[in-house]
T-cell receptor, first 113, second 116 residues
C-alpha cells in the first residue's frame, strides 16, 4: 500500500487558516486521497477526498499537487472545535483492500484561543 | 438520523474470558468495518463485511478474533481467551457500499475494552 507522511503535530490560533500537509510520493494512479479527523474520545469522521483536482466542501478544502505526490488540507478559519488528529489516507477503491482505511499516526492539531 | 451505535461503551473483563462487542450500522449501509485503536495510535483495520459475508478479514490478528453479520445489518465482534494486549478501543464503521462516490465511512463512538 502507498504510504503517507504527516507532521506529528501542528498549532494554530483560532480564526486563522490552517494548512495541514501530507506527502504521498508513492501514490498510484487510482489512489484517492482521503482525509479524516478524530476529535477527542470520538470515532474518526470524514472530512474530504479528491483524486486530481482541488476540492472544496463545507468543512475544508483539499489542494492536490500537480504530480499528486503531496496534498494539503486547508481549514479556512480554525475554531476550537477543529482541535483533533487529522489523518491523510490513500484508498484505491478498485481494489478490495481499498475498502479499508489505513490510518497512520496523523497530525495532532492544537488550536489556541 | 441515527448514526452508528456500539455497545457496550466500556467493557472490563479478566484475562482468558470471552467478550462480544456489538455494532449497529446506519440503516441501509451494506458495508461494515471493524477497527481497533490502541492509545496514541491510529485505528487499525480488522475486518470488512459487504452484506452478510466477510469480504476482507486479513486484519484479524489471530484465530481468537471472529466477527459475524448474519442478517447484513448488526455485527458482533467476538474475542475468545482475551489477553491484556487486546485492550484497546474497538471502532465500528459503516458505508453505503464500495462505489467511488458512496464509500465515506461513518464511525461509531467505539467500545473501550480493558482486559485485566
Amino acid at each position: 500500500d502507498a504510504k503517507t507522511t504527516q507532521p506529528n503535530s501542528m498549532e494554530s490560533n483560532e480564526e486563522e487558516p490552517v494548512h495541514l500537509p501530507c506527502n504521498h510520493s508513492t501514490i498510484s494512479g487510482t489512489d484517492y486521497i482521503h482525509w479524516y479527523r478524530q476529535l477527542p474520545s470520538q470515532g474518526p469522521e470524514y472530512v474530504i477526498h479528491g483524486l486530481t483536482s482541488n476540492v472544496n466542501n463545507r468543512m475544508a478544502s483539499l489542494a492536490i499537487a500537480e504530480d499528486r505526490k503531496s496534498s494539503t488540507l486547508i481549514l479556512h478559519r480554525a475554531t476550537l472545535r477543529d482541535a483533533a488528529v487529522y489523518y491523510c489516507i490513500l484508498r484505491d477503491v478498485y481494489e478490495t483492500s481499498g475498502s479499508r482505511l489505513t490510518f497512520g499516526e496523523g497530525t495532532q492539531l492544537t488550536v489556541n484561543p | 438520523g441515527a448514526g452508528v451505535s456500539q455497545t457496550p461503551s466500556n467493557k472490563v473483563t479478566e484475562k482468558g474470558k470471552y467478550v462480544e462487542l456489538r455494532c449497529d450500522p446506519i440503516s441501509g449501509h451494506t458495508a461494515l468495518y471493524w477497527y481497533r485503536q490502541s492509545l496514541g495510535q491510529g485505528p487499525e483495520f480488522l475486518i470488512y463485511f459487504q452484506g452478510t459475508g466477510a469480504a476482507d478479514d486479513s486484519g484479524l490478528p489471530n484465530d481468537r478474533f471472529f466477527a459475524v453479520r448474519p442478517e447484513g445489518s448488526v455485527s458482533t465482534l467476538k474475542i475468545q481467551r482475551t489477553e491484556r494486549g487486546d485492550s484497546a478501543v474497538y471502532l465500528c464503521a459503516s458505508s453505503l457500499g464500495r462505489g467511488l462516490f458512496n464509500n465515506e465511512q461513518f464511525f461509531g463512538p467505539g467500545t473501550r475494552l480493558t482486559v485485566l
